[in-house]
């Protein structure tokens, strides 16, 4: 199953990384092909001090985490994604958070399921009747069936 992992799951995961988030992103590669936006990328680095704080890690171990992380996610460019899925992610992000309009058009792109932490966004995805998001312990449960 191909699923585009948002920004809040892959900060979960620094912040613990022996969290469901965590043992999916680095375990689950053997049953889940996952991507992301490299917008994410800039994300991360952009709240790097307070993710650092808050895990009481280093700059190194928090380097670390985030580098193997990533390295279990494939990157793909925004400027891939053809305007007619960013055009169809408009609808479903503009009454929660227009942040994540590039993770909505990349799942769109890639015939992909949304993993996501951010419960307003998966209720307006439910409302709206979109069928690609999936929670973090629906996500899990499906791993834990198949393993």
Known sequence: MKV???TNV???AILNPNSKAGELIIFGRQHFTFFAPNLMKIEVKKHQVRLQ???KLS???FNSVREELFECLS???EEQIAY???HNAIPIVRDVDMDDIAFVALAEYLDAMLWTGDKRLLQAMQQRG???GISS???YQNWLSVR
């Open 137 to 139: 312990d629906t996500l």
């Open 75 to 77: 990157f793909i460019s």
């Open 10 to 12: 892959v900060v979960s």
């Open 53 to 55: 704080e808050i895990s």
């Open 59 to 61: 700059e190194v171990e």
């Open 4 to 6: 585009i992992v948002d």
């Open 130 to 132: 979109y069928k690609r």
């Open 84 to 86: 007619e899925h960013w």
